[in-house]
């Protein structure tokens, strides 16, 4: 396999940075989604797109109809086939990959992340995509959670079993989903059946913390359950010298939402996360606000607490609602769930990257912490009889994830290709 690898390494650095260069927002992936699709096709697989990727109305947190029209205008542009368009139309982007070797066997299914993030990119000389000249050529999006590694990862690994075939069993599921960010993906691809009858169930993310090149981790614990809310405050405008009393301040109600959503006690049960990420408020100095927005996100440790959290911080929102007088409404636009690995993945993960040629270290499990809507196909493949694990794949990172100079040594490509091969190996042995 190490000739096959070799062969293959800068084709990996190759559709990463292409990837790199042209990101997209979660559900409006159109470009990536054909970008892969047109690989997959020439790999051999069977594509699956549109409605038969996704449960459409499961699907959380869509974004503005004219946000998905300027994408769709943008993928006609960048040369998308008017079949492929019409297929993902209105958000339904993603693509899943089959492969049946016709001959029986483990249904092994591995699932990749394909949206970036609302960032601006860094141009600083210093920064490797900028130095190289593939940096975001979208303004205020970027790959800044290593999302474009993960599905060259996937192309890589299709790569393998489009190679090896005639070695294999059995039959290989790859999924490329969008819109991971904020929890809004994984759900809708999970309730439209694609994991009720997999065996082994894999999924990864590059760096997450900061390992050497050649390590990775077979599986992780201390993700979190989590919950995304968009809350709406309506007030009433007026002027703010001359009748004052007339207005209803949306941006105070906003403003105490805030101070109290911070002051939610924590849980003796269990880890505990509140954030408010952003809010837009108010017109003019000189006008009482009449709206304003917020959008929070609550974590805990289980579902039980973060439902506690969630359940706080709606009954905040109302109190801060019902003190300025002003109406609310909040919107669930994602959700992930808690992660329990398969543990007895790991030795079996460790045996099949023994005497491998670029994994140099398995651990058998990483402390994390964050959310993942991964969990809801780990925990749909568990819940069936199968078995499931998040791993990492090892990078110095010099940012963290989500910053604006965010980038992995491209090194660690060709070491997740190889584990995830390894693995597929093993499970055909």
């Known amino acids: 396999m190490i000739d096959f690898l ?33 690989e997959l096709n020439r790999l051999g697989f069977m594509v699956h797109l549109g409605e038969d990727v996704m449960k459409k109305e499961v699907r959380l947190g869509l974004p503005p109809k004219e946000q998905m029209d300027m994408y769709e205008e943008r993928a006609t542009d960048n040369g998308v086939d008017e079949y492929w368009l019409s297929t993902m139309q209105g958000g339904m982007t ?20 394909i949206d970036a993030l609302p960032i601006e990119e860094t141009n600083e000389k210093k920064h490797f995509p900028a130095q190289h000249n593939f940096a975001s050529a979208n303004k205020q999006v970027m790959h800044a959670c290593g999302h474009d590694g993960h599905m060259t990862i996937g192309l890589g690994l299709a790569s393998f079993i489009s190679s090896y075939h005639a070695q294999l069993s059995g039959k290989f599921t790859l999924i490329f989903q969008p819109a991971e960010e904020g929890g809004r993906g994984a759900k809708a691809i999970t309730e439209n059946g694609w994991l009720d009858d997999v065996d082994y169930f894999y999924s990864g993310h590059i760096g997450i913390e900061s390992l050497p090149i050649g390590t990775i981790a077979a599986t992780v614990d201390g993700f979190l359950a989590s919950s995304k809310l968009n809350i709406n405050f309506k007030g009433t405008a007026s002027h703010a010298g001359m009748k004052p009393e007339l207005g209803k301040n949306a941006l105070l109600a906003a403003t105490t939402a805030v101070a109290n959503l911070y002051a939610i006690p924590r849980h003796s049960n269990g880890i505990t996360r509140i954030n408010v990420g952003k809010m837009v408020a108010g017109s003019g100095r000189n ?24 359940s706080e911080a709606m009954r905040i929102v109302e109190a801060a609602a019902i003190m300025q007088n002003v109406t609310y409404e909040i919107e669930a636009v994602g959700q992930t769930e808690e992660i329990n690995c398969s543990k007895s993945l790991a030795s079996a993960i460790i045996n099949a990257c023994n005497n491998s040629s670029y994994v140099k270290k398995v651990i058998p499990v990483a402390k994390v912490a964050g959310s993942e809507d991964a969990s809801f196909m780990i925990n749909r493949v568990q819940a069936s009889g199968g078995k499931a694990t998040y791993m990492l794949f090892g990078t110095a990172l010099d940012h963290p994830h989500h910053h604006q100079a965010f980038d992995f040594q491209e090194e660690v490509l060709i070491v997740a290709v190889e584990a995830l091969a390894n693995i597929v190996l093993k499970g055909n042995d």
């Open 6 to 38: 070799n062969k293959l390494n800068p084709q990996l650095i190759a559709w990463r940075r292409d990837f790199h260069n042209y990101p997209e927002l979660g559900f409006m992936e159109y470009v990536t989604t054909y970008k892969l699709g047109k």
């Open 94 to 113: 993603g693509i899943i990959a089959t492969w049946d070797t016709g001959k029986s066997g483990d249904h092994m299914a591995f699932r990749f992340d």
């Open 287 to 310: 006008i009482i606000p009449d709206s304003a927005y917020l959008e929070v996100e609550t974590r805990g440790e289980t579902e039980d607490i973060n439902q506690y959290v969630r």
